[in-house]
């Protein structure tokens, strides 16, 4: 299996920055697609930034601007810069990664999921 583990989430002043981080381990073949999605209480998981294999990018309307997704393929680690933070922008974030392992089985892996607190 593959698991996923997040860091980097915190709270922070608007207009303040984070950076988020999701490593991957386990015996990976191949990273397809990546992604951060993000969740408040009460409401379904929404997507904010994802990245695929050919370093295509997209963003939520919301994000575009602020945030930017990358991917470190050596490391199997994808990261999210949040600038610009915004009292909206408040809400647990979870990574997402699908790709193969060991070495063809298929996986569509979650973070724990980090919280970001924006206000002042």
């Known amino acids: 299996q593959v698991q996923l583990v997040e860091s980097g989430g915190g709270s922070v002043q608007p207009g303040g920055s984070l950076r988020l981080s999701c490593a991957a381990s386990g015996s990976i073949s191949r990273v397809e697609s990546t992604g951060w999605y993000r969740e408040t209480p009460g409401n379904q998981r929404d997507l904010v930034a994802t990245i695929d294999s050919r370093g295509t990018t997209n963003y939520a309307d919301s994000v575009k601007g602020r945030f930017t997704i990358s991917r470190d393929n050596a490391k199997n680690t994808v990261y999210l810069q949040m600038n610009s933070l915004k009292p909206d922008d408040t809400a647990v974030y979870y990574c997402?990664?699908?790709?193969?392992?060991?070495?063809?089985?298929?996986?569509?892996?979650w973070g724990q999921g980090t919280q970001v607190n924006v206000s002042s």
């Open positions: 997402n990664m699908k790709g193969s392992y060991n070495p063809w089985r298929s996986f569509d892996s």
